[in-house]
């Protein structure tokens, strides 16, 4: 998807994604693990919510201490986030170029939202996040995964998107520079399709 | 291992292991959000802390709000779990043979402990895990993890030890009747020689 696709489609959901997606942590307990442990493993800075839809995520790391703020694509999202969490800062813009110095950033969260890039686009993503992380800085990743060996597209509800297998995510990280620190992988509920991945890379 | 060695070993190191790994959690916020997950998930009834050792995650558990009690092999962990934890219940008893009715248990922990059981000898144990789960109920597996495909003894500070494969666990459990809810790796931290595996498996 290109980012104006991925824009368009986002912007004509805004209002039903936010109130669907507002309190999704409540019924995944151990994502909600996963987001705790990046929080406390983040060193003292500025964290990015990159794709942060309605924003109810960027809230949830302010509220565990984070120097928060958010991104996302689609100004009908970014306008929900700011109405719904005043006190954070949310901005227009593309997690493929960033408007941060190099090393600016403690920490980076893309929980979901990488996933409607093209996979061979994302090795350039990935470098970009590993030129605005510190050292010591923590990369978050969330993506719907697959147990073959293959990226696969899949007709996300809102916009085409790319189911991961862990282990080549996990490659292109490393390619990038950046270190596992650690991976989750959950089995779908009974409202998902496929498995649940989450990968933790650092910037040494 | 058998449960003699396992227990003479423990017996033998009690208090500095109690005083070593009491606060173990608060430098792995990513396996204590695996257990809060857990604590989460598991449904109401008894949940069983097996291998407990001086009882520092059967007071997380109680902490989180879980029916927790503690079962180990060694009377000297017993009695520090008892004296540090007095308004908790442990038993001295093996997870060979747990006394304790079918269906009896909500949950069960098995946090670096099942890792002293000869690698033949866990089909039998994980049965037990089955025989004692309520449906419904959720065990939590935490082992020494290996990259490779067999499961390798080393030589664990304590007494020997096993380290599993997490695709090799997850089958024995799916084989002893369990279904996987996720798995989580972690890379070693600066005092780990290896990766830390857990499995969340459930009974049907």
């Keep these: 998807m290109t980012d104006t696709a991925t824009r368009t489609a986002y912007d004509a959901v805004a209002t039903l994604y936010a109130d669907m997606f507002r309190d999704v942590l409540d019924g995944l307990p151990l994502d909600r693990g996963m987001i705790t442990g990046f929080a406390e493993l983040v060193p003292p800075g500025p964290v990015a919510d990159l794709g942060c839809g309605p924003g109810h995520l960027t809230a949830v790391l302010h509220s565990l201490g984070l120097d928060a703020s958010g991104l996302d ?67 978050l990743l969330a993506f719907q995964s697959t147990d073959g060996t293959e990226t696969e597209a899949f007709d996300h509800k809102v916009a085409l998107a790319y189911r991961w297998p862990i282990d080549a995510l996990a490659d292109l990280t490393r390619r990038a520079g950046l270190t596992e620190v650690a991976r989750f992988l959950r089995r779908p509920t009974e409202i998902e399709r496929f498995p649940a991945g989450n990968l933790l890379v650092r910037k040494p």
């Design 73 to 139: 694509l689609s100004p009908a999202m970014i306008a929900r986030a700011r109405a719904d969490h005043p006190h954070l800062r949310f901005d227009e813009g593309t997690m493929t170029a960033l408007d941060v110095p190099d090393g600016g950033l403690a920490g980076i969260l893309a929980w979901y939202s990488f996933i409607h890039m093209e996979p061979a686009d994302l090795p350039a993503v990935l470098a970009e996040f590993h030129r605005v992380l510190a050292p010591g800085g923590h990369l």
